[in-house]
């Protein structure tokens, strides 16, 4: 049920984004309206998490790499500690708009911070493919990629920033207590460009959308962005929609990536759920 939703509202997107009519007031806020509900009834985890175990998301920064249209940047602003900050990091200039729009919104909007850029494991500049299709599939235009014939036209040069020399410039080094980390196949050069920061923030918890197709597309080894975590002696979960977990091993991620592409990892050097 849920994938027959998913295709038929991205099928709805796509032919109204060829219209130029999300490019509307009228027309983004119908789509953000309409996008919200889908996220919240159909795929969204994070609701649930918050509220079993809001201490994940209290007493330090937040961190969302690969904000979209501002979703999760909506539930995070609500469950953040007030003198904190909830950074949200988006690429694409189309989504960046809406979610300043959204961010508008919020009661707790002055604790938001939109940044237009992406995230990976250096600073610098990265080209960005666009997917007219997929308003939260645009992805880095590796090399890799570029040999699967996705149109060169839709790509554009776009900031690139590691969350290491981030923190370190923001001097938040030391005080981030959550990361999200959703970045159509782009997470182990994120985790790369953290490694300073989960160093230094040892209570810190991940959340991350783990696809091994979409990694492997980029030219990257899914089982490189485990072995990252396996590395530094992190535990590292599954996370239902319902905000339960299940300690992840070959087994359980099998049968998760049956019925679909992805599935949502959480990852903790201190916090053992089992």
Known sequence: MGKAITKALL?????????GL????????????????????????FAALIKARPEFFEGGHIL???????????????????????????PDSSNFAMLKQVIASQSHRDQIVPILAAVGSTDGTVELWHNRGHHGDHRIFTPKFRESGAET?????VPLISVDSFAKAEGIEA??????????GYELPVCQGMARTLERNTDLVIALEYSPSAIRELGFEPEKVIGFFHERNYF?????QDG??????????ERALENCDYVNLLISARHNLN
């Open 11 to 19: 099928a709805l997107y796509s032919l109204v984004n060829r219209t």
């Open 22 to 45: 999300l490019e509307t007031a009228w027309c983004r806020k119908l789509f953000l309206r309409a996008y919200f509900l889908y996220k919240e009834h159909v795929e969204d985890p």
């Open 64 to 90: 969302d790499i690969g904000a979209n249209v501002g979703y999760t940047v909506s539930l995070f602003s609500k469950a953040a500690s007030r003198q904190f900050k909830v950074f949200a990091f988006e």
């Open 153 to 157: 036209q839709r790509v554009s040069s």
């Open 175 to 184: 005080s981030i207590k959550f990361v999200k980390v959703d970045v159509q």
């Open 236 to 240: 590292i979960y599954i996370l239902e």
């Open 244 to 253: 339960n977990v299940r300690p992840l091993n070959d087994r359980a991620l």
